[in-house]
């Protein structure tokens, strides 16, 4: 063979080569987002990201926990954004330089669930008066106990309600995500409070309902955070803004607004307020 074809194969072959790599390093693109259960067990990011990822050509894993433990992930570096919904502990996220700024990005809001027979007498628009009836007669609440923002907002309407640490005898603390929490409430005949999202998607309701919802305490606001990347030099921050400017670019919006399960909206858009 003559020098000069063994030379022309070998250029094909290392232009075949860099053409892999290239494709491979494209594909391989991708932000890790730590974000609350809600986000994740009401399906709403098995809706966008596949959006998201046409848009941008950029793959999202996201590691579903409470917000607490998502921004906690934030703190040692091993997110690239935190998508939350405690604005209290968002606040100190930022305060404490582990990000440079915060973006509202939805809302929606929380509700007490309870069985149909509602035997503690809570239904009604006022979680404060609901929870002073589940203390009074010992009603079965499950607490999620795992500082997410919907257990953080539990908290805070027992305070008001002038009854922390004084929740009745029935009060139980799972430590476990949004839907076990649910799951719990189901079999116990117990009381539980949600962020709507999740219950609309959750399906093992046995004879679970709506009680108290409207107050307009229980609103539930979600807000989206870039990991500062001057802590942590290997978050990829321009890949994470993009994902976080799509959030909250007219696409995005519609598309959370797009949203729904059997015909009811799970969250509401808000970035441009």
């Known amino acids: 063979m003559r020098f000069s074809k063994v030379f022309r194969l070998f250029r094909q072959s290392a232009y075949a080569f860099v053409a892999t790599v290239c494709v491979a390093n494209v594909q391989a693109q991708s932000i890790t987002v730590a974000s609350t259960t809600s986000t994740e067990q009401s399906g709403l990011f098995s809706h966008l990201l596949p959006e998201f990822k046409k848009a941008s050509g950029i793959d999202v894993k996201v590691v579903a926990l409470g917000t607490g433990q998502a921004l906690d992930m934030g703190r040692r570096g091993d997110a690239d954004v935190v998508f939350v919904h405690d604005l209290a502990a968002e606040e100190k996220f930022l305060n404490e330089g582990y990000s440079t ?4 990005v939805m809302y929606n809001d929380f509700v007490l669930v309870g069985p149909k027979a509602d035997p503690a007498g809570t239904k009604g628009k006022d979680i404060a008066e609901a929870l002073k009836k589940l203390a009074a007669t010992n009603a079965g609440f499950i607490s999620r106990g795992d500082k997410s923002g919907t257990h ?9 309600a002038g009854l922390a640490d004084k929740q009745g005898s029935g009060y139980k603390s799972c430590g476990c995500g949004m839907g076990p929490a649910l799951n719990m409430g189901a079999s116990m005949g117990a009381y539980v409070l949600t962020d709507r999202g999740t219950w609309l998607a959750f399906k093992n309701r046995a004879d679970m309902t709506v009680l108290v919802e409207g107050d307009s305490k229980l609103f539930n606001q979600y807000g989206v955070m870039l990991v500062n990347p001057a802590k942590y030099t290997h978050v990829k921050a321009a890949d994470g803004q993009k994902f976080i400017d799509w959030l909250v670019s007219a696409a995005g919006q519609k598309s959370i607004a797009a949203y729904s399960i059997g015909g009811e909206q799970l969250f509401f858009p808000n970035a441009a307020k």
């Open 152 to 160: 953080a907002a539990e908290l805070r309407y027992w305070a008001q």
């Open 101 to 104: 700024k915060r973006y509202a």
